[in-house]
């Protein structure tokens, strides 16, 4: 099916699908015409691999994202707990003559 031109404004795609290179190959018979196109497959290949490798690994940065993000917010608030705690008066350091134990 071709898209109308309302939908492409007028202008045709410069883009190939992996399929339409594919289908491509059957019509076109000449040595250049194959290594091209062979060039574009594994081109094609080649993309599709590093897309899956970046969605990889954007999965992975948002695993570590969502665990890290647990751990420091118990740190903060281990924090906020420390600092609200009321500093209970300590004794001072040295021994206690008779008049100061009374």
Known sequence: ???SAKILCGALPFAFTEQG????SSVLKSEKAI???IAIMRTF????KLM????ELADKVDTLEAKYDKQIKSIFDVI??????EATPK???GFLTNTQAK
């Open 1 to 3: 099916m071709i898209p």
């Open 21 to 24: 290179v594919a289908m491509l």
């Open 35 to 37: 290594e091209v196109n």
């Open 45 to 48: 290949v080649q993309l599709r």
């Open 52 to 55: 899956n490798m970046h969605k």
């Open 80 to 85: 906020q707990r420390l600092i609200r705690q």
């Open 91 to 93: 004794r001072p350091i």
